[in-house]
C-alpha cells in the first residue's frame, strides 16, 4: 500500500459509528478485506486506525523487545492498552468503541486525516486546534526534522 492521501470531515452517528469517505475507500481498497486495529495515539487525544498489514510491521518491531526489561514491558502493555480489531460494515462504518470514543473525545463532527500509511481519526474540534496549535512552529520542526537530509540532486552536485 502506497501512503495515504488527504484530511476528511465526517459525522458519528448515534452508535458511534462513522462512514469512512469514498477517498479513503478507493485508497485502501487492496486492504479492506483484512481488516483494521484501532488505538489510541501515542502523542494527541485521537484514534490511530491501521490497516492489518501496518499493524503487523509494527508489532513485528514491538515483539523484538526484551519483555524482561521492565521499561519494555511498560511500553507494550500502555502501547497496546485499548487495542481493537475493527472490520468496515456492510455500510462501508466504522463502529468505534465507546472506550476508544471516550479516550478521544470524540463526539459528532470527525476528522480522518491520512498519516502516511495509518488514518488517525480526531474530535473536529481537537483536530483544529492541535493543527492551529503547531502551524506556529512548524517551519522551526520542519527544519528539525527534514532539514538535515539530502535530495538525491544534492547528492550530484
Request: aromatic share 8%; net charge negative; glycine share 8%.
Amino acid at each position: 500500500m502506497d501512503s495515504l492521501i488527504g484530511t476528511y470531515e465526517c459525522k458519528t452517528d448515534t452508535k458511534g459509528r462513522v462512514m469512512l469517505s469514498s477517498g479513503l475507500k478507493k485508497q485502501l481498497e487492496g486492504v479492506l478485506h483484512e481488516g483494521f486495529v484501532l488505538k489510541r495515539s501515542v502523542f494527541q487525544p485521537c484514534l490511530e486506525l491501521y490497516p492489518m498489514a501496518e499493524w503487523n510491521k509494527v508489532m513485528e518491531q514491538v515483539g523484538k523487545l526484551n519483555r524482561f526489561v521492565k521499561k519494555n514491558n511498560d511500553f507494550i502493555r500502555l502501547f497496546t492498552a485499548g487495542v481493537k480489531n475493527i472490520e468496515l460494515d456492510a455500510s462501508g462504518r466504522l463502529l468505534l468503541p465507546k472506550d476508544l470514543l471516550a479516550y478521544s473525545k470524540i463526539s459528532k463532527e470527525v476528522v480522518l486525516s491520512s498519516a502516511v500509511s495509518i488514518i488517525e481519526i480526531w474530535d473536529k474540534e481537537l483536530y483544529e486546534k492541535a493543527i492551529d496549535g503547531a502551524m506556529d512552529d512548524f517551519a522551526e520542526l520542519a527544519e528539525q526534522v527534514m532539514g538535515g537530509l539530502n535530495t538525491e540532486e544534492d547528492e550530484l552536485s
